[in-house]
T-cell receptor, first 117, second 112 residues
Framework: GAVVSQHPSWVICKSGTSVKIECRSLDFQATTMFWYRQFPKQSLMLMATSNEGSKATYEQGVEKDKFLINHASLTLSTLTVTSAHPEDSSFYIC?????????????FGPGTRLTVL | DQQVKQNSPSLSVQEGRISILNCDYTNSMFDYFLWYKKYPAEGPTFLISISSIKDKNEDGRFTVSLNKSAKHLSLHIVPSQPGDSAVYFCAASIQGAQKLVFGQGTRLTINP
C-alpha cells in the first residue's frame, strides 16, 4: 500500500512554455501533499505544502506565481511550472501524507525530471 | 542555513561489513528523525525512524541511534548487501508539524 505516482516521469520543453506535473496517491487519501525539487547531488528542498481544498503554502524564496499548485481532490495534486526557463530544470518530487498512518510518514512519488531547453 | 547536515557525500563499504551513516542537526526543536533510501531517478523510500524519546530503534539489519546532546544520529546497516547501494537521506521534523527537513544525502556503495 501507500503508493504515490507522478506523471510524467520526464519532460523536455522549450523555454517559455508551461509544464504540468501530476501527483496521485493511488491507494489512500492524502489531505496533504508536498512538492520538492532536487538539484544534482543536493538535498530535497521543500517548495510548498499542498492541502486539499485550500491554497498551497510556499516556502521562502519559492515564487508562487511561477510554481502553481492545485490540490483539487484527496488523491491528486498538480504542480504547473509556468513560463519555464533553463534554470527550472530539475528533478521534482511529490510526497503524500497518509492521514491514516503515523504522522510525518510521507510517501514519495518516483519524481519527474524536467529539462527546459 | 542547513539545519540537517550529512557531512559525508559518499561512503564505500565491503559487502558483509557494517555501514555507518551519520547525520547532524542544529535545531533543538526537532524531535522526530527519519532515514530514507533513494535510487537514481526514483523518489525516496522510507527506511526507519526514531522519536526523540528513544535513543535507538532497530528494524532487521537497520539500526538508527540518536544522541540528543550531540544533536547527532546515525544509521547502521549490518551486514551490508549490494542492494543497499543507494543515496541515503536523513530527515528531521518537529512534532505536530508535517514538514521534513532533509540532509544533503550520502551515497553508499557496497563493494562485493
Amino acid at each position: 500500500g501507500a503508493v504515490v505516482s507522478q506523471h510524467p516521469s520526464w519532460v523536455i520543453c522549450k523555454s517559455g512554455t508551461s509544464v504540468k506535473i501530476e501527483c496521485r496517491s493511488l491507494d489512500f487519501q492524502a489531505t496533504t501533499m508536498f512538492w520538492y525539487r532536487q538539484f544534482p547531488k543536493q538535498s530535497l528542498m521543500l517548495m510548498a505544502t499542498s492541502n486539499e481544498g485550500s491554497k498551497a503554502t510556499y516556502e521562502q524564496g519559492v515564487e508562487k506565481d511561477k510554481f502553481l499548485i492545485n490540490h483539487a481532490s484527496l488523491t491528486l495534486s498538480t504542480l504547473t511550472v509556468t513560463s519555464a526557463h533553463p534554470e527550472d530544470s530539475s528533478f521534482y518530487i511529490c510526497s503524500a501524507l497518509d492521514g491514516g498512518s503515523s504522522y510525518n510518514e510521507q510517501f514519495f512519488g518516483p519524481g519527474t525530471r524536467l529539462t527546459v531547453l | 542555513d542547513q539545519q540537517v547536515k550529512q557531512n559525508s557525500p559518499s561512503l564505500s563499504v565491503q559487502e558483509g561489513r557494517i555501514s555507518i551513516l551519520n547525520c547532524d542537526y542544529t535545531n533543538s526543536m526537532f524531535d522526530y528523525f527519519l532515514w530514507y533510501k533513494k535510487y537514481p531517478a526514483e523518489g525516496p523510500t522510507f527506511l526507519i525512524s526514531i522519536s526523540s524519546i528513544k535513543d535507538k530503534n532497530e528494524d532487521g539489519r537497520f539500526t538508527v541511534s540518536l544522541n540528543k546532546s550531540a544533536k547527532h544520529l546515525s544509521l547502521h546497516i549490518v551486514p551490508s548487501q549490494p542492494g543497499d547501494s543507494a543515496v541515503y537521506f536523513c530527515a528531521a521534523s518537529i512534532q505536530g508539524a508535517q514538514k521534513l527537513v532533509f540532509g544533503q544525502g550520502t551515497r553508499l556503495t557496497i563493494n562485493p
